[in-house]
């Protein structure tokens, strides 16, 4: 089985676009830098933790393989 690259959505938002976050560093004399520091949602404008996103993101995918053995094993909930 190929292993293919997944979407990782907001885990406050579930949007799936982001913008990466630059801090700006100036020198005397050699002008600017950019430092990438991490990613903003662009749907909720909140700076992602991406450690928390994958982990949202791993729950989420199980707890839907959950929901389809309890489908084919006929177990409700309730």
């Given at each position: 089985m190929p292993l293919?690259?997944?979407l990782?959505?907001?885990p406050k938002c579930e949007g799936t676009d982001f913008?990466?976050?630059h801090k700006l560093?100036?020198?005397a004399g050699a002008?600017?830098?950019?430092d990438t520091t991490g990613y903003a949602c662009l749907s909720c404008q909140t700076v992602v933790d991406t450690q928390s996103a994958l982990h949202a993101m791993t729950l989420r995918?199980?707890?839907?393989?959950l929901r389809l053995l309890e489908e084919e094993l006929g177990v409700t909930r309730g």
């Open positions: 293919e690259f997944q990782v959505p907001c913008l990466t976050v560093k100036q020198k002008g600017l830098i950019t995918q199980k707890r839907e393989e």
